[in-house]
C-alpha cells in the first residue's frame, strides 16, 4: 500500500510540477533553484531537454548516494526519473506565457512547491540539490537549509548574470513561493528517521 502511495505521489507531484516549469517559468526564463534551475539554463543557453539534463547532473550525486546513503537513492531515484520524463513530456517548442512574468513566476513556484511538497509528504523527492546538501551537511556540520538556500541563490544569480536583472527578480520570487508552499505542504510532517550512512 506505501509502494501505491509513493507512486501516486511521484506521478502527480512530477506532473504538476512540470507543469509550473514548462507553462509559466520557461516563458518569461526564470528559474528554479538547485538542479532543476541548471537544468532550465541549459534549456535557456543551448536549447537542451531540461529534464535530460537534470539527469545527467544528478547522476554524480546518485553515484555517490548508492555507496554511502542507500536509503536515500532508493527514495528519490523514482522522483528524478519521472519528474525529469514529465518536464521533457510537456515542453512545448514556442512556449507562451498565460499571464504576465510576475504572476506566471509566483504560479509557478506554487505549482514546483507544490509539487515537490506531495513528493516529500510520501517521503520521497526529486533528489538533486538535497541529495547534494545533506552529503555537505554531514561532512561540514552546516545546517541543510542554509546550504539549500546558497546552492539556490547561487544558480539564479548565475542565470540573473547569463539572462538579465528580470530573470534574477522573477526567479527570486519563483524560490520564495516554492519554499512557502514546500513549507506548508509538509507542515505536521513527522521528521524522517536518520539515513544509515554506509561505510
Known sequence: MDFVRKGLAIFFGSLILSIGINYFLVPFKVLDGGVIGLGLIMKYLIGAPAGLVIICISTPIFIIAWIRYRNYFY???HGLLVSSFFIDLLRTQQPVGLFGP???AVVGGILVGLGIGIMLRARTSTGGTDLLAQFISDFSGINIGILIFLM???VISLGGYLFSAETF???IITICFVGLTTSLCTWNLP????AKIIK
Not at 191 to 194: A, F, G, V
Open 169 to 171: 527578480l522573477l526567479s
Open 191 to 194: 521528521p524522517q528517521k536518520e
Open 152 to 154: 539556490d541563490a547561487l
Open 102 to 104: 510576475v504572476v506566471s
Open 75 to 77: 527514495n528519490s531515484l
